[in-house]
C-alpha cells in the first residue's frame, strides 16, 4: 500500500504562485508513476500533470503548459513530489488530488492508471 497527502493549497491572487507537495509513504519502492488531477466545482476529474519515475518522463495538460511543472524528490526516506503552479488564473481554481500508480498503467492521463490517490488540497485563485 501506499498512502499519499497533499499539501500547500490556498487563496492567492491572479498571476499569483503556489507549491502543492505530495508525500508518499508505504510501498513507494513500488511506484511507477504519480499524476496531479484536480476537480473544479461543478466539473469532471481532470488530469493535471504527471511524472514516470523510471524516465523521468513529463507529462501535461494543454491548459498548464508552461505554467506548471511537475518534479519528484527521492530523498532518504522520504518521498515527495511537487506540483509548481505559477501564472494562475481563476480557472485553476479547484481540488487538486496527487496519485500514484505501481504497475505500469497504461498512459499517465487516464485517472485509472493510478491505484492511490491522496485526500486532495483546496487551491482558490482570486480575481
Known amino acids: 500500500q501506499v498512502q499519499l497527502v497533499e499539501s500547500g493549497g490556498g487563496l492567492v491572487q491572479t498571476g499569483g504562485s503556489l507549491r502543492l507537495s505530495c508525500t508518499a509513504s508505504?510501498?513507494?519502492?513500488?511506484?511507477?508513476?504519480t499524476g496531479w488531477f484536480r476537480r473544479a466545482p461543478g466539473k469532471e476529474r481532470e488530469f493535471v500533470a504527471a511524472?514516470?519515475?523510471?524516465?523521468?518522463?513529463?507529462?501535461?495538460a494543454d491548459s498548464v503548459k508552461g505554467r506548471f511543472s511537475v518534479s519528484r524528490d527521492n530523498a532518504k526516506n522520504t518521498v515527495t513530489v511537487y506540483l509548481q503552479m505559477n501564472s494562475l488564473n481563476p480557472e485553476d481554481t479547484a481540488v487538486y488530488y496527487c496519485?500514484?500508480?505501481?504497475?505500469?498503467?497504461?498512459?499517465?492521463?487516464?485517472?485509472?492508471?493510478?491505484?492511490?490517490w491522496g485526500q486532495g488540497t483546496q487551491v482558490t485563485v482570486s480575481s
Open positions: 508505504g510501498r513507494t519502492f513500488s511506484i511507477r508513476a
Open positions: 496519485a500514484a500508480d505501481d504497475d505500469y498503467g497504461s498512459g499517465l492521463r487516464p485517472a485509472g492508471t493510478y491505484e492511490y
Open positions: 511524472i514516470r519515475w523510471t524516465t523521468g518522463i513529463t507529462d501535461y
